[in-house]
């Protein structure tokens, strides 16, 4: 079995993994979505998102492991079949789309909610986002995930408003993420991504897989929650700027 032996592919993918863990875990949500960016400085995003998808399985079941009996049985129900058709509609338009184009289109929307939680905090008593706005992001966050395992900002769009507690928020999130991860190796199969260089440089960076999640969930059943959802805004800062950056360099190197 063949793998990548650069060692610049490495700098970039061990704490590219690592952050991907701990996200996972709950802790520091949003962070994950910088891992297929931040690997693409090395490789291709569709092969860094095929080289992921391993790693990725291991991380949910650890995930849901860990947060079994912590999570929103309903919420779910409501969220995975529009999570599913944006998987769908990845399938069918991932080689029309450039990559940059989703990263810009993902980071911008990201800044977006972000300002607004900013700068209009919600009150106490304000009402739960509307069920449209779940289905469209949840819809949209499929898509994202299918595409560049970005899939955490537009379900965080919808999810943090609801005031799960930072355990319920995790396990939900943990279950969501692991149906969508696992309905997206047959299209990616389809695809051609998962091929023996791919999956043998997956099986080099699995060990890290459970590190970055215990990590993680030890921070995530300690932190307070006012603290846990701070962190949270603060990977959805760094996912978005560097998500509308890998969008607008291209064109701003060529100036």
Do not use: C
Request: net charge positive; hydrophobic share 60%; charged share 10%.
């Amino acid at each position: 079995m063949t793998l990548i032996t650069d060692w610049g592919f490495y700098a970039v993918a061990v704490p590219a993994v690592l952050l991907l863990g701990i996200s996972k875990s709950g802790f520091g949500a949003g962070f994950g979505s910088l891992a297929v960016p931040l690997m693409a400085l090395s490789v291709s995003v569709p092969q860094a998102a095929a080289i992921l998808m391993p790693v990725l399985l291991v991380m949910d079941l650890l995930g849901i492991a860990a947060f079994r009996k912590d999570f929103d049985r309903r919420l779910l129900r409501f969220l995975l079949p529009w999570g599913l058709v944006g998987i769908v509609v990845g399938t069918l338009s991932f080689r029309l789309l450039r990559a940059e184009w989703v990263a810009g289109i993902v980071g911008a929307f990201t800044l977006a909610f972000l300002a607004q939680r900013l700068l209009f905090p919600p009150r106490a008593d304000s009402a739960a986002p509307p069920r449209w706005a779940g289905a469209l992001l949840s819809a949209t966050s499929g898509f994202t995930s299918f595409v560049a395992h970005a899939g955490g900002p537009p379900i965080n769009a919808y999810a943090i408003p609801l005031k799960l507690s930072p355990v319920v928020f995790t396990g939900t999130m943990a279950y969501y993420f692991f149906v969508i991860n696992l309905a997206k190796w047959v299209p990616y199969a389809w695809l051609g991504l998962l091929d023996a260089r791919n999956l043998g440089t997956s099986l080099v960076l699995l060990p890290l897989a459970p590190v970055g999640v215990w990590l993680g969930v030890r921070i995530a059943r300690r932190i307070q929650p006012a603290l846990f959802y701070r962190f949270i805004y603060a990977g959805m800062l760094l996912t978005g700027l560097k998500l509308v950056w890998d969008a607008l360099a291209p064109t701003l190197l060529h100036l």
